[in-house]
């Protein structure tokens, strides 16, 4: 069986594409090949993966008039000629969401290929309201997302699939939690708290954490770390106080973010379908701070969710100061049965078996 995927862009669009690609070829012998644009992560993800990748120009949809917004169907049809032939030849093809999906579930309109979308969101974005209307399944993160899309579509709930290396949090926390004492540079015995923006960090809160640090500077039985970005770390990691006993560890970038979840007694993250993801999953209690531009609010309506079920708190980012923050943190991480009482909830919410539920609707299509 042939599978072509579709999407990409960002690392939250391309560790969930992979993990169903992974359980397509290594538990049901498919043979995956991936579309994607030459400027994604996909490039380097995919390829270090062991999938082919066949690169086309996508551009996002532009609600206002622009020339940008006059060229990009032209784009649009440059790249669905370039993928038919891949697509006309595949069995099925699997829409992971966002703008680089497009041109792939186009193809797969024109060919007559059975297709099937994943979306990661409690709200769609405008690319898979228009997939899932061709779709024969709309694969969902989020129960709440069905009542945005067509009334005919079908929908099956399946999470959001992970990566390997996350689902080793939960059953080998305590090993991945020894071994992150060292990489991280962390003390044995005192309560952590991991804060992180997604890949490209998060200025708004890495300042608001500055700040945090001073005020909880007498507390020597916490610490910190602070993912920031690439882009922030300098300037940042220079500003955190110098006179405190909490132990704050800064990084541009973590690879391995396992150690992070294995460590975290708490985290403090945006609200990104594949950072919620990952958090429930780990069983990890969560303050989420949903990005406040995101479309439609979608990481607000994702950060909600968990809340609903007991898993995370939330801070909204016009809410957000170092006073705010320090207050909400200190009614989490000082009190052990609210933190276990989140992380079950967050356990029970997580869908360890995104992957293979997705993957199981791509072979029903297909068959």
Known sequence: MKVVIGGGGT???????????RTLRDRHGADVEFVGTDRGLEVALVSAAGFPLTTVESRPFIRRI?????????????????????????DVVLGMGGYASGPVVLAAIRTRTPIVVHEQNAV???????????????????????????????TVVTGNPVREEILRVHADRSALREESMGELGLEDGRRTIVVFGGSQGALHIDRAVIGLCG??????????????????FDAISGSIPADTKLVVRTLPFLERMELAYAAADLVVSRAGATTV???????VPSL??????????????????????GGASVLLDEQLTSETLADRVLSLIDHEER????????????????????AELVLEAAS
């Open 11 to 21: 690392a939250g669009h391309v560790f969930p594409a992979l993990a169903v690609a």
């Open 215 to 232: 005020l909880l500077r007498d507390r020597d039985d916490l610490q910190l770390v602070l993912l920031t970005g690439r882009a922030h």
């Open 124 to 154: 769609p974005g405008l690319a898979n309201r228009l997939s899932g209307r061709f779709a024969r399944i709309v694969a969902l993160s989020f129960a709440d997302a069905a009542k945005f899309l067509a009334r005919r579509t079908r």
């Open 66 to 90: 622009s020339p940008a917004a006059l060229q990009a169907p032209v784009a649009v049809l440059r790249s669905v000629g370039r993928c038919r032939p891949l697509v006309g030849a595949a």
């Open 339 to 358: 933190l276990r009482a989140m992380a079950e909830r967050a356990t029970s919410f997580g869908r360890p078996d995104a992957a293979e539920r997705v």
């Open 277 to 283: 993801a990952e958090v429930t999953v780990s069983g």
């Open 288 to 309: 989420l701070i949903p990005y406040p531009y995101a479309t439609a609010r979608h990481q607000e309506a994702n950060a909600r969710a968990v809340q609903r079920a």
